[in-house]
């Protein structure tokens, strides 16, 4: 019974070491801010997607024109990028 207790005790020190660890070596709020902006971009995103889908069936033609400009908006900041 001694070997088990002090095979505990051992396992629920490295347990002790390995948070502290991890604490130390996390971000801490910054993760958490960090998440919640991912979501709100997310929902962001999904309500663009939404609209534009909404739009293509409205009015095609305008979307079309809108997709065109953006393409060609990456584009130009493509090449800035691979000038730099």
Not at 12 to 32: E, F, H, K, W
């Amino acid at each position: 019974m001694n070997f088990n207790l002090e095979t505990g005790m051992a396992a629920n020190q490295q347990i002790d070491r390995l948070n502290r660890q991890l604490r130390s070596q996390s971000l801490g709020p910054v993760a958490t801010i960090s998440d919640q902006a991912l979501a709100s971009l997310g929902s962001g995103l999904q309500s663009l997607v939404t609209w534009l889908r909404q739009t293509a069936r409205d009015r095609p033609l305008l979307t079309l024109l809108l997709s065109l400009e953006a393409g060609f908006a990456v584009a130009r900041m493509g090449r800035r990028r691979a000038r730099g």
